[in-house]
């Protein structure tokens, strides 16, 4: 069984930073790429962020190109975002999720080539 928990959501002003944290219990993990989603009230699942198995290749949404940092700890199971100068429309529950397949090379973006997901962790940035 795979299980994968966030933290590190909390409420924050603008510009302020954030670290999410996620672990993913099970393994396979090192051999899969690993990507951050969100949701904001009423909208649909957004990617974020992700990063290749090997950490070699990151890609980001235009919104948080710039401000926000993927990175991974395969001996830990971890996954994390830094997040910088947020803003108001960062606001979202934050979701970490991995590949369905192991090795794969292009990075993918879209919600239906990720599973499991984690439970996610709200992230609230007031102006």
């Known amino acids: 069984q795979v299980q994968l928990v966030e933290s590190g959501g909390g409420p924050v002003q603008a510009g302020d930073s954030l670290r999410l944290s996620c672990v993913l219990s099970?393994?396979?993990?090192?051999?899969?790429?690993m990507g951050w989603f969100r949701r904001a009230p009423g909208e649909e699942r957004e990617f974020v962020a992700a990063?290749?198995?090997?950490?070699?290749?990151?890609y980001y949404a235009d919104s948080v190109k710039g401000r926000f940092t993927i990175s991974r700890d395969n001996a830990k199971n971890m996954v994390y975002l830094q997040m910088d100068s947020l803003k108001p429309e960062d606001t979202a529950v934050y979701y970490c999720?991995?590949?369905?397949?192991?090795?794969?090379?292009?990075?993918?973006?879209?919600?239906?080539?990720?599973?499991?997901w984690g439970q996610g962790t709200q992230v609230t940035v007031s102006s």
């Open positions: 990063i290749s198995w090997n950490g070699d290749n990151t």
């Open positions: 999720a991995r590949d369905t397949a192991p090795w794969r090379v292009t990075i993918a973006t879209q919600p239906r080539d990720f599973g499991p």
């Open positions: 099970g393994r396979p993990f090192s051999n899969y790429i």
